[in-house]
């Protein structure tokens, strides 16, 4: 290469693969350094596309910073997603399956998409997925995860819906912890939810088991208060039908029944989410058809608002008077599907037209549609309850009316109902819609705020005792009494059933050991020897700040047969455990729940029990079915 000499040497070492070739045809130096010069200009624009791409990237990268990763995020690699296992955007499908938990039936396939075959195809692929994941609802995984396996841990390795982990009660003893304190619990949304995927074929994760609102979906008769009091509590207790050994515990809660006609004026702000996760017709459109069912019992006295929510937030609906049903129905109707979620937005500007429409001596509430699947300004579970908390000092209730499945954030929307003085219920069909908005329509109607319970357990007569269910809401023993700590809120005709599992004396129980403080005396007051425990409860009227006490302590021998009401009630529990495949199960079966709650289903008249059979027949089925793995 001498012969080019030192200038030509130099276009060689600096001038890349352009230079070279003018060279070896014989071009002179001038012509090589023209081609340098094109191939650096080539060079500078591929650069600054690298460039764009980059910032583009970076950009994403923050988003996704700010938006935590939790359990619900897909983040599965990139032959992940090339093998099908994870849905590239545009693809057929809502998502595809990633890999299936233990305790799943393996998905149908999906129908692969055509594609042209060849290297072509894979580029193609690769500029679809952008190299990241946007998962349904528009959230997408933060990059430089694609190396991580997606996540395994229940429902979330098929897709996107979050649940709250929690542990499950376990048994105390009176002489450690006399007291068992914890708030009410009206939502009924776990129990719907799972109806839900029982009848797609589907076991719920354990996380979505909340025996609670479980046992709380079904009406009881339980009688009504007689006094002042807008709430009354009957205590009952017979034999536990999973443990023969134990006994079991019934605190039932009957809040005051407010007549239609007497029901005040409602100032309600319907808070729609209409971004492109709702397009479904199990989302939008059924909120749709929920809210037509509401707008029917509207009377003129009542108020109705509407505010959207997607990329950002409006008023769809200035206040109308609930004899402009058209006017209302018009608007909701006509709400179309697009665009992010800005939950944070609309939650503001929601609480915002409710205060300034605030109706004293009536009803303020805002009821809250969506699918919980934030991705735009605040989405930190954390932060949303501060939001939430901040908006409850303005007594403005709240109604969390969850919708959709594959991206439903059920642990969201149960912490913002909690905290909001709300409660929280899942539509998946129309019936449902009917038994939240007109089976129950006065519940919309709050009567007692901040009712809490405290148990006090007689350790002559008590071993152990375990609450089941109530995880969520479990407070501290001096939190019963502090008028400053948010409980739950019971409407007008709500019930609230508590269940307690009851070791008797002479009942072997494991329990961790525990000295016995010298100090603390052991002998129980004479008059109480007989006592099984005492239960108190507290609760504030609407408007009131100062919580009022009820008690009643139980005592006397345990009946042998439980009442039909109570039977039902513990074959529902039995029916949650089983499907939680809790420890504390015992002896029940899924044949033996069905043989407890086919004889008790007594008056029925929206069928409620009976559908509660048949899901109970499905899940026996879906469990003698072999888990994935298992090949029987």
């Known amino acids: 290469m001498s012969r080019f000499g030192v200038r030509g040497r130099r276009l060689l070492a600096g001038g890349g693969p352009a230079v070279l070739l003018a060279v070896l045809v014989g071009c002179g130096p001038r012509d090589a350094e023209r081609a340098r010069a094109e191939a650096e200009r080539a060079e500078a624009a591929a650069l600054a596309e690298r460039v764009k791409a980059e910032q583009a990237e970076a950009a994403a990268r923050a988003e996704a910073e700010r938006t935590p990763a939790g359990p619900a995020q897909i983040t599965g690699g990139l032959d992940e997603r090339l093998q099908g296992n994870i849905a590239l955007p545009g693809e057929k499908g809502e998502h595809a399956p990633g890999p299936v938990p233990p305790g799943f039936p393996s998905p149908a396939p999906l129908a692969e998409p055509a594609s042209p075959a060849g290297p072509d195809a894979l580029g193609k692929r690769i500029a679809v997925s952008g190299g990241s994941f946007a998962g349904v609802g528009g959230s997408g995984a933060a990059r430089g995860t694609e190396n991580k396996p997606a996540p395994r841990d229940g429902y979330n390795a098929q897709n996107a819906e979050a649940y709250g982990r929690y542990q499950e009660n376990e048994f105390r003893s009176p002489l450690v912890a006399p007291l068992s304190t914890f708030s009410a619990d009206v939502n009924t949304a776990s129990y719907a939810n799972v ?328 002998d129980v007051p004479a008059p109480a020897s007989d006592e099984w425990l005492t239960v108190k409860m507290r609760y504030k009227h609407p408007d009131a700040d100062v919580s009022k006490e009820l008690t009643a302590a139980h005592k006397g021998a345990v009946t042998r047969e439980l009442s039909d009401d109570f039977r039902f009630a513990a074959a529902v529990a039995s029916f949650g455990m089983l499907l939680r495949d809790s420890k504390y199960k015992g002896a029940m079966t899924y044949a033996g729940v069905l043989e407890e709650a086919q004889g008790v289903l007594g008056a029925d008249p929206n069928n409620h029990r009976k559908q509660f059979l048949e899901l109970v027949r499905r899940a026996k089925e879906l469990a003698s079915d072999p888990k994935p793995g298992e090949g029987r």
């Open 195 to 522: 109806r839900r995927m029982l009848s797609e074929g589907t076991r719920p994760p354990a996380s979505a088991v909340f025996l609670a609102e479980f046992v709380n979906y079904f009406p009881y008769s339980y009688a009504p208060p007689a006094g002042a009091d807008p709430v009354a509590f009957h205590v009952e207790m017979g034999p536990c039908p999973w443990n023969a050994k134990h006994h079991l515990l019934r605190v039932g809660v009957q809040a005051h029944q407010i007549p239609a006609e007497k029901l005040p004026p409602r100032n309600l702000v319907f808070l729609i989410d209409t971004s492109g996760s709702m397009q479904q017709e199990n989302r939008l459109p059924l909120v749709q058809k929920s809210l037509e069912l509401l707008v029917e019992k509207l009377a003129e006295k009542d108020r109705v608002s509407v505010v959207t929510y997607a990329g950002d937030s409006r008023v769809a609906l200035p206040p109308t008077s609930g004899a402009d049903k058209k006017a209302i129905l018009d608007v909701v109707t006509g709400l179309q599907a697009n665009g992010s979620t800005n939950g944070e937005g609309g939650i503001k500007k929601a609480y915002q037209l409710a205060r300034d429409t605030f109706l004293d001596g009536g009803v303020n509430r805002v009821i809250l549609c969506t699918d919980g699947d934030f991705n735009v300004g605040v989405v930190d579970n954390g932060e949303l309850v501060k939001l939430i908390e901040e908006q409850r000092k303005s007594k403005v209730f709240l109604t969390v009316l969850g919708y959709g499945m594959g991206n439903y954030k059920d642990d969201r929307l149960k912490e913002l109902a909690n905290h909001g003085n709300g409660h929280h219920a899942y539509i998946d069909t129309l019936d449902e819609a009917k038994k939240v908005f007109v089976e129950q329509g006065g519940a919309l109607v709050c009567v007692a705020k901040d009712v809490k319970f405290q148990i006090d357990f007689n350790p002559a007569k008590v071993t152990a005792y375990r609450l089941v269910g109530y995880e969520n809401r479990l407070l501290k023993d001096e939190d019963f009494k502090n008028d400053a700590k948010d409980a739950g809120d019971v409407g007008s005709g709500h019930q609230v059933t508590v269940l307690y599992e009851i070791v008797p004396p002479g009942v072997k129980v494991d329990l961790p050991e525990v000295d016995a403080s010298k100090y603390q005396k052991k």
